[in-house]
């Protein structure tokens, strides 16, 4: 079934021009308090068992981690994958038959640098040259963010940018003047949730509160979107039996007799240092 020009109630226009306009968009009050408090409580348990095995959490810079998860570990995964909001973004940008292929999650605590310009991976042919967007990453703060908590600083229409010539994912210095030209800091509160290319230079900024600042991360494939590759979604069979139809036709997943330790192989060695402005 194609996407209708409404989806939802929400509007396949406006989503498609904020993603293909300034790379970012958002939906504010998706998710009541109580629900982000309870993914809150998931991510915190799962950061402290990942912390202890080894490769369990991948550094992203000093005191900020990334740590991959698997989908029946967050007790909210079925009412995030199947958000009306959620679900008219990926159909509308990616088409009918996207995939989910990351569940993850990135904690900057106090004394997280800022990080240098990037983003997430090079640009793929289908970008770079087709301008079509075939994969998108949903963010979600389990915190009120405020300046002082590191929030995610994005440089709009900047997924379309080519870095041929140097670094495919961190920009040459010379192009920050650019970036911070149009640098906008996001300040999302305890139940928004945004939808972005992660194609789209942007970086996070200094963690200067005392407080940490844990968001979840769900990555999206197109069919022909190759994500999938640095991740390892995992379900169990009885988990898989019980999920709704709307959910197992999107997820790229791995089935198993029990769920294995995810190694993670989504580093991204540009991040470790952090800067100090």
Same mark, same amino acid.
Not at 25 to 52: M, N, P, Y
């Given at each position: 079934?194609?996407?209708? &020009? ?23 009050? @998706? ?34 981690? +990334? ?30 038959? +996207? ?36 994969? *998108?990453?949903?963010? *979600? ?21 080519? *870095? ?11 192009? +920050? ?28 900024? @200094? &963690? ?30 009885? +988990? ?34 952090? *800067?100090?402005?």
């Amino acid at each position: 079934m194609q996407a209708s &020009n409404e989806s939802a109630g929400y509007d396949v226009g406006a989503i498609m021009g904020g993603l293909y306009g300034d790379g970012i968009i958002a939906c504010k009050g @998706a998710f009541s308090a109580g629900w982000v408090a309870q993914l809150k409580e998931d991510i915190e348990t799962l950061f402290a068992e990942a912390r202890a095995r080894p490769n369990g959490a991948l550094e992203r810079g000093p005191c900020r981690y +990334y740590v991959e998860v698997h989908p029946e570990r967050l007790r909210g995964f079925v009412e995030l994958a199947t958000h009306p909001w959620v679900v008219a973004v990926c159909r509308s940008v990616l088409g009918p038959d +996207y995939k989910i292929v990351e569940v993850g999650f990135d904690i900057p605590f106090p004394g997280a640098m800022h990080q240098p310009w990037h983003r997430d991976f090079p640009s793929p042919p289908e970008t770079l040259v087709g301008r079509r967007l075939n994969s *998108l990453a949903f963010n *979600l703060t389990t915190v009120d963010v405020t300046e002082e908590i590191g929030p995610f600083e994005i440089a709009p229409g900047t997924q379309w940018d080519d *870095l041929a010539g140097g670094d495919l994912m961190f920009p040459d210095k010379s192009r +920050y003047p650019r970036y911070e030209s149009r640098a906008q800091r996001k300040l999302p509160r305890v139940g928004d949730i945004s939808a972005r290319s992660a194609l789209t230079i942007h970086r996070g900024t @200094a &963690n200067r509160s005392q407080q940490s600042r844990p968001v979840l991360v769900l990555g999206v494939d197109a069919p022909d979107g190759r994500n999938a590759d640095k991740h390892d979604l995992q379900v169990t069979q009885a +988990y898989w039996d019980a999920l709704p139809a709307e959910v197992r036709d999107h997820l790229r997943c791995r089935i198993v007799p029990a769920l294995e330790h995810i190694e993670q192989a989504h580093a991204i060695e540009g991040l470790k240092m952090g *800067l100090t402005v």
